[in-house]
């Protein structure tokens, strides 16, 4: 039998970081710029990316949490992703925060097979979900949520790790005492339940530290950067791209893309359609700075911006005018967290020679 072809993961010393504190029960938070593959990460680790889930001709979901927990670990740890989009603005918010959250607890479920007793949990989140839907009370949704977690965690001996996608707008204005109610759950069923958010700014930045003290210490000390892509991921995404276009890079407009892209997926992919649709060989028929203005460049450029705070694009002016803030700054570490800065040794650089130029 021959043996099987594991898949390349993107991501891994990420990934690694992210299950280490899964494994050992500690929350978090993770940072990212806009379109700088968050929805891609999240995909891997909840088992929606074909591509990296394939072992030879197998397609297994777990695989990922499996080769970073382990197989029995993996199979008690039900990674939630919630989904803020699915809140709708208006009265009765937390009523409906907490629906969400056993909602999101029983399409785990359906995802999480490997798990002891899945059918007879299933049954029991089904019943405990419409008990919530039928009254409408904020305070029966809270108290059947907290029953169902009880349940997991103590009973069929779950652990449960969710995943707050699109938290920024939540973080600034949740109500201080639903924290405090995510922090009881937390503390009742300790390393049994861990809180992961996904934000655009650092924590502090979104709301004062002492407005939400208690949830605040749960996961200021442990932050992952999701940044760009690695040179390594970058030319394996060039590699795929290559096969499905059948167009071949020489090894120097691959590293040209990796350096002039700085790992960022949209940019990367634009260059390598100028690059392979034309006959010329623009890298040495054109200068870095009619990259920069291109049309499409630009648009990239413009989507990342203004997906930026007023704070990150005055700063970012300020380095594109020669003038260094200090490397210190919360700002700072936020903009190198999200890979948008480079710290260099006396100086800071950004992550493709291509932006400043864009913003000059």
């Keep these: 039998m021959p043996a099987k072809t594991l898949p390349f993961i993107y991501r891994e010393e990420i990934l690694r970081t992210f299950f280490d504190y899964v494994k ?25 990316d074909p591509d990296a889930l394939r072992v030879g001709s197998e397609y297994d979901q777990e695989w990922i949490k499996k080769k970073y927990l382990g197989e029995e670990t993996a199979s008690k740890v039900w990674l939630i992703r919630v989904d803020m989009n699915r809140i709708t603005k208006g009265e009765n918010w937390d009523f409906q925060f907490y ?38 009370n904020e305070l029966v949704a809270h108290r059947l949520l907290e ?25 600034h204005s949740m109500p201080l005492n639903t924290f405090a109610q995510l922090r009881a759950i937390r503390d009742a069923n300790k390393y049994l339940v861990t809180y992961v958010l996904f934000l655009r700014n650092m924590p502090e930045k979104l709301r004062p530290p002492k407005d939400n003290e208690g949830f605040f210490e749960l996961i200021s000390s442990r932050m992952i950067g999701l940044g760009l892509y690695s040179k390594q991921d970058t030319l394996a995404i060039i590699e795929k791209w290559e096969k499905r276009h059948e167009k071949h890079l020489s090894s120097e407009q691959q590293n040209w893309l990796w350096e002039y892209s700085g790992g960022h ?19 040495k028929q054109k200068n ?58 006396d100086h800071l650089a950004f992550f493709t020679p291509l932006f400043g130029y864009w913003l000059n």
């Design 99 to 136: 629906e969400l959250l056993l909602s999101s607890i029983l399409l785990a479920c359906t995802e999480n097979r490997l798990t002891n007793n899945i059918d007879t949990i299933f049954g029991e989140l089904t019943d405990l979900n419409s008990q919530v839907l039928n009254t409408n």
């Design 265 to 283: 997926p949209g940019i990367a992919h634009v260059l390598f359609e100028l690059i392979t649709e034309t006959k010329t060989d623009l890298i």
């Design 24 to 48: 050992r029960g500690e929350s978090f938070y993770i940072i990212g710029a806009p379109s700088a593959g968050k929805t891609r990460f999240l995909d891997l680790v909840l088992g929606n």
């Design 147 to 171: 029953i169902a977690i009880k349940r997991l965690c103590s009973i069929y001996k779950v652990r449960l790790c969710f995943l707050f996608d699109e938290f920024d707008e939540t973080y």
């Design 288 to 345: 870095i700075e009619w990259f920069a203005k291109h049309e499409t460049i630009f648009e990239e450029f413009r989507k990342l911006w203004i997906g930026l705070t007023k704070e990150e694009q005055a700063v970012l002016r300020e380095i594109a005018k020669g003038n260094h803030p200090q490397m210190t700054s919360l700002l700072t570490k936020q903009l190198a967290a999200k890979g948008l800065l480079k710290p260099l040794s």
